[in-house]
C-alpha cells in the first residue's frame, strides 16, 4: 500500500468552492470571521459528528437535525459568536443564517449547515452575517480554502490546514481539510470546527464508519484544558467527483482511503495541540498496565487536566511526583509500589519511587519541546492508551482572563 | 446555646506543649521546618482523617496505623520533604523520625506519630530531622503553638491558627488548631495538614464521629485546584485535662461542643482557601435544582475545577457561559433550556439563556474579592452543595512551574 504524502495546504477537491470574507462580528477589521465551503455536486454525502456536551448551541442542534439524511451541499459559518447559550432567539437566528445562505445559493434549506463560533450567551447580531452572506456567495472561488481557513479562527495564531493525494481505481482522489481550535473549548472566543472535503465516491454508511474511526483517533485523542465545548463539530463532505468505483471495505483501495482520512484528520487534530492557547511543550501521554483501555484513557485523561502537572510542564522541573499522585487519585486501580514513569523511555519512576536517573538526562528531555510521557499503572494488566496535550502557561490564563 | 467566638490565634489548651525550629531541611535558614506537638496527658484521645489517594506518603500509613486504638501523646512534623513515594527507605525513615521523638520525649513509639509536607519522590535526609528533634523536644512550650503553625508552612504565605473557648459543665473548655496549605495538593512543595488541640473530656466514639462531621463541613469543601494530595491529613487531640463530664451526644453541651469544632475546623478550611496559590478571588459556589446532593457536588467540583472558570474568575468579565459550558459536559443531569446561575442572588443566566442583567451590575460583584456564585441545573430536583474556591491566577502558574 502507498503512504500517503501529507501537505500543510487546502487545495480543494474538484467540485468544492470555499470563501472567507470580513463581515463585521469582529471588530477588528483585519480579521475575516465568515466562511463559506460548497460542493457544486447534487447529493453530496456529508457526516457530521458534534460535542457531547448536553448544552448544546442552536447551530449544533440545526445540524444535528439536517445531516439525518447524510447530505448537504454548503456550510456557512461565523467566528466571534457561538451562538450558545441564546435561547429561542438562537434557534431562529441559526435557522435564518441557513435560509440566507440556501437563498444566496440557489439551495434548498434542509442542504445548508450552520456553524458558530465564539462568545457565549450574546444574541447573534444579523446585520453583518446578512451582508457577509452576500459576500461569500459572491466571492465562492475553487482556490477559496486557505480563506475559508483564516476566516474561521479565534484565538487560534495561525490556520491549520492539511490535504492529501491518492490513486483509487488508478483516477487521483483529493482529500483536503481545514480546522479551528486552541483549546478543547475557550467559550467566551472559540470552539474547535473541522472540514474535510474529498471527490472520492464512498459508500454513505462506509464514509460514517471510516470518519467515526479517524475522529476517534484523532480529535477524541487530545486535550488542551479538558473542557468540552457546546460547539464542538467535524464535517467530512464526499462529492464524488472522482468518479471511481464507489469505496466500502470491499474495495481493493480501501484502506488506503482510510488510511489518507486518518492522517488527513490526525494531523489537523495535532495542528490544534501546537496551537494550544499559551502552549510552550507538546506532551504526548501514554500508558500501560491498566486493568482495561478505559481505565488507561480515563488515567491519562486525569494526568493531562490536573493544574499542577500542566503548569510543571511549563517549567523546567520533571514533574513525574505530580504524575504519581494524579494516578493515586484518578479512580483507577493502580499498584502504588509497582508503579513506572518514562519519559521518552528513561525511566524517572520505578517501582513506586524515583528510578535515581540523573537530573542532567532528564533535564534534556524536557527542555525539548515535544516529549513523550509513559505512565506504567502497575497492575500488570493490558489496557493501553494515548492522548496529545500541552502544557499550561502564564499565556494560558492571560488570554482566558478575560 | 452560647455562639462560640473564635480567634486568631493558637493557644493551646491545658497539657499541651509545642514548638517549631529551623533544623536544615529547608535551605532559608530563616524558615522553620520542623515542628512538634506534645500532650503531657496519658491516653489521649487522637482521631485522624487522611488522604484518599491511593499513593499514600509512608508517614501516612504509620499514622493510620498507629491511631487504630484512638490515641496518642505526640506528632513531629517536617516540611520540605513530604517522604512520599519513597519506597521501603521511605518507610524506615517514617519510623526512625518517630523512634527519635519518642526517645527525646520518653514516651512509647507507638504515642508518636510522624507528619511529612514537600517534594515529592525525594528521600529524607535524617541529619537534620535528627538535629531538629533534639532542638524542639527541649524547646516545647505550652505557648508554643504560634511557633509550629509556622514551621509547618511551605508555599502558604501566612500561619493559620484559630481557636475559642466554651463553657462546658461549667468548665471552660479550649479548641485551638493550625493548619497549613495553600492547595488541596502541591506535591513539589506541599500538603495540606491539620491539627486541632481540646482538653475536653470526649467519649472517643463520639470524638470520632464529630470530628467526621466538621471536616466533611468543612476541608471536604474546599478545592484550590482539584488535587488531592499523597500527605493530607487532619488530627484533632483531645487530652481530658478540662475535667468536665465526657462529651457525648447525651450531654448537655454536646451541640455547643460541635458547634465549636464545626467552627475551628471551616476557619481554618477557608483560610486555607483564602492563602490559596496566587488566589485574588474568593468563590462561594452553591448549586440547587439538582437530582441529588451527590450531583450538585459532582457539578460544583467540575465548575471550580476547570480551567476556563478558573482563569476567568481572575479576569473582570462575568464568565457564566463558561460555567454553563461546564454544567453540560460534567455528567450530571440538567435541563439546559431551564438552568440558571446567579452572582450574589443576582440572575445572570436563566431559562438557559442570558437574564439580560446589566454589564454595569455584574461589574460590581466582581470586583469584589469574594462572591458566591450559585448554579440552579434546571432539573427541579432538590439536590444542593456548597464548595468553597478560589481564582487561578499568572502567578498560580508561576509558583507551580518550578
Same mark, same amino acid.
Given at each position: 500500500? #502507498? &503512504?500517503?504524502?501529507?501537505?500543510?495546504?487546502?487545495?480543494?477537491?474538484?467540485?468544492?468552492?470555499?470563501?472567507?470574507?470580513?463581515a463585521?462580528?469582529?471588530?477588528?477589521?483585519? #480579521?475575516?470571521?465568515?466562511?463559506?465551503?460548497?460542493?457544486?455536486?447534487p447529493?453530496?454525502?456529508?457526516?457530521?459528528?458534534? $460535542?457531547?456536551?448536553?448544552?448544546? =448551541?442552536a447551530?449544533?442542534r440545526?445540524?444535528?437535525?439536517?445531516? =439525518?439524511? /447524510?447530505? +448537504?451541499?454548503?456550510?456557512?459559518?461565523?467566528?466571534?459568536?457561538?451562538?450558545?447559550?441564546?435561547?429561542?432567539?438562537?434557534?431562529?437566528?441559526?435557522?435564518?443564517?441557513?435560509?440566507?445562505?440556501?437563498?444566496?445559493?440557489?439551495?434548498?434549506?434542509?442542504?445548508?449547515?450552520?456553524?458558530?463560533?465564539?462568545?457565549?450567551?450574546?444574541?447573534? !447580531?444579523?446585520?453583518?452575517?446578512? #451582508?457577509?452572506?452576500?459576500?461569500?456567495?459572491?466571492?465562492?472561488?475553487?482556490?477559496? /480554502?486557505?480563506?475559508?481557513?483564516?476566516?474561521?479562527? &479565534?484565538?487560534?495564531?495561525?490556520?491549520?490546514?492539511?490535504?492529501?493525494?491518492?490513486?483509487?481505481?488508478?483516477?487521483?482522489?483529493?482529500? *483536503?481539510?481545514?480546522?479551528?481550535?486552541?483549546?478543547?473549548?475557550?467559550?467566551?472566543?472559540?470552539?474547535?470546527?473541522?472540514?474535510?472535503?474529498?471527490?472520492?465516491?464512498?459508500?454513505?454508511? *462506509?464514509?460514517?464508519? =471510516?470518519?467515526?474511526?479517524?475522529?476517534?483517533?484523532?480529535?477524541?485523542?487530545?486535550?488542551?484544558?479538558?473542557?468540552?465545548? &457546546?460547539? @464542538?463539530?467535524?464535517?467530512?463532505? =464526499?462529492?464524488?467527483? +472522482?468518479?471511481?468505483? +464507489?469505496?466500502?471495505?470491499?474495495?481493493? @483501495?480501501w484502506s488506503?482511503?482510510q488510511? +489518507?482520512? !486518518?492522517?488527513?484528520?490526525?494531523?489537523l487534530?495535532? #495542528?490544534?495541540?501546537?496551537?494550544?492557547?499559551?502552549?510552550?511543550?507538546?506532551?504526548e501521554?501514554?500508558?500501560?498496565?491498566?486493568?482495561?483501555?478505559?481505565?488507561?484513557?480515563?488515567?491519562?485523561?486525569?494526568?493531562?487536566?490536573?493544574?499542577?502537572?500542566?503548569?510543571?510542564?511549563?517549567?523546567?522541573?520533571?514533574?513525574?511526583?505530580?504524575?504519581?499522585?494524579?494516578l493515586?487519585?484518578?479512580?483507577?486501580?493502580?499498584?502504588?509500589?509497582?508503579?513506572?514513569?518514562?519519559? !521518552?523511555?528513561?525511566?524517572?519512576?520505578?517501582?513506586?519511587?524515583?528510578?535515581?536517573?540523573?537530573?542532567?538526562?532528564?533535564?534534556?528531555?524536557?527542555?525539548?519541546?515535544?516529549?513523550t510521557? &509513559?505512565?506504567?499503572?502497575?497492575?500488570?494488566?493490558?489496557? $493501553?492508551?494515548?492522548?496529545?496535550?500541552?502544557?499550561?502557561?502564564?499565556?494560558y490564563?492571560?488570554? !482566558?482572563?478575560?
Open positions: 500500500m #502507498k &503512504t500517503p504524502v501529507y501537505e500543510e495546504r487546502c487545495d480543494l477537491p474538484p467540485g468544492f468552492r470555499a470563501a472567507g470574507v470580513h463585521g462580528i469582529k471588530a477588528d477589521a483585519s #480579521k475575516p470571521d465568515m466562511a463559506l465551503l460548497v460542493s457544486d455536486v447529493d453530496t454525502l456529508a457526516v457530521g459528528m458534534f $460535542t457531547t456536551n448536553k448544552v448544546k =448551541a447551530p449544533v440545526l445540524d444535528q437535525a439536517r445531516l =439525518a439524511n /447524510g447530505r +448537504a451541499r454548503a456550510v456557512v459559518i461565523n467566528s466571534g459568536n457561538a451562538n450558545a447559550c441564546t435561547g429561542p432567539q438562537g434557534e431562529r437566528d441559526a435557522l435564518e443564517m441557513g435560509r440566507l445562505t440556501a437563498g444566496a445559493l440557489g439551495l434548498a434549506e434542509e442542504d445548508v449547515l450552520v456553524c458558530s463560533t465564539g462568545t457565549i450567551g450574546k444574541p447573534l !447580531n444579523l446585520d453583518p452575517i446578512r #451582508k457577509g452572506i452576500g459576500m461569500l456567495a459572491e466571492g465562492l472561488r475553487a482556490d477559496g /480554502g486557505p480563506d475559508a481557513a483564516q476566516a474561521i479562527l &479565534t484565538t487560534d495564531t495561525r490556520p491549520k490546514m492539511c490535504m492529501t493525494r491518492i490513486p483509487v481505481d488508478g483516477k487521483e482522489v483529493t482529500l *483536503s481539510g481545514f480546522c479551528k481550535g486552541a483549546g478543547m473549548i475557550e467559550p467566551n472566543m472559540a470552539t474547535m470546527l473541522a472540514y474535510i472535503c474529498t471527490d472520492a465516491v464512498v459508500e454513505p454508511e *462506509s464514509l460514517r464508519e =471510516a470518519v467515526r474511526t479517524a475522529v476517534n483517533q484523532s480529535f477524541n485523542r487530545i486535550s488542551i484544558d479538558g473542557d468540552t465545548s &457546546t460547539n @464542538d463539530s467535524v464535517f467530512v463532505f =464526499a462529492n464524488g467527483s +472522482a468518479g471511481n468505483a +464507489a469505496l466500502s471495505p470491499e474495495h481493493p @483501495d488506503l482511503f488510511t +489518507a482520512l !486518518n492522517g488527513v484528520i490526525f494531523d487534530a495535532m #495542528k490544534i495541540v501546537w496551537d494550544g492557547e499559551g502552549m510552550t511543550k507538546f506532551i501521554l501514554r500508558a500501560k498496565g491498566a486493568v482495561s483501555d478505559a481505565e488507561a484513557d480515563k488515567a491519562l485523561r486525569a494526568v493531562a487536566n490536573s493544574f499542577l502537572v500542566k503548569t510543571g510542564w511549563a517549567g523546567t522541573y520533571p514533574v513525574w511526583g505530580r504524575i504519581a499522585d494524579v493515586g487519585y484518578c479512580g483507577v486501580e493502580i499498584d502504588p509500589d509497582a508503579m513506572g514513569i518514562e519519559y !521518552n523511555a528513561i525511566p524517572v519512576m520505578r517501582g513506586g519511587m524515583s528510578a535515581g536517573t540523573p537530573k542532567e538526562t532528564l533535564d534534556a528531555v524536557i527542555s525539548e519541546n515535544r516529549y510521557i &509513559t505512565v506504567d499503572l502497575g497492575t500488570g494488566g493490558s489496557g $493501553t492508551a494515548v492522548l496529545y496535550t500541552c502544557d499550561c502557561t502564564e499565556e490564563v492571560r488570554i !482566558n482572563m478575560f
